[in-house]
């Protein structure tokens, strides 16, 4: 049986299919030079990827999905987190990654 496409809607409102491998290429980058398995990262995007057909809805907000991929990156990697949350919430200047790296440092505690 052939599972339902699941949608992504961007921020700026353009839908397209969700896929995996994006989200696993994005995680790779993230984590290069870094003590992460290749399967730690596959088994990651296979995760939230179940996640998301569990709740049901054809279609995501690519938000919903960044902060899934941010939310367990965080507890992998912290370096790789800062990594993905750079490029994913692309900070306009240092202060604004400041703050970032500041929250990352209070959930630690």
Do not use: H
């Amino acid at each position: 049986m052939e599972e339902t496409p699941l949608i992504v809607v961007k921020k700026e409102g353009v839908r397209e299919e969700f896929s995996r491998e994006k989200m696993l290429r994005g995680l790779i980058k993230a984590c290069e030079k870094r003590p992460v398995s290749l399967k730690t990262l596959e088994d990651m995007c296979f995760d939230i990827e179940k996640e998301l057909r569990n709740q049901g809805c054809s279609e995501v907000k690519s938000e919903l999905v960044g902060e899934m991929v941010m939310d367990r990156l965080a507890k992998i990697d912290e370096v790789a987190y800062v990594r993905f949350a750079s490029v994913y919430r692309q900070f306009k200047d240092i202060n604004v990654f400041i703050d970032e790296l500041t929250d990352l440092i209070k959930k630690e505690r």
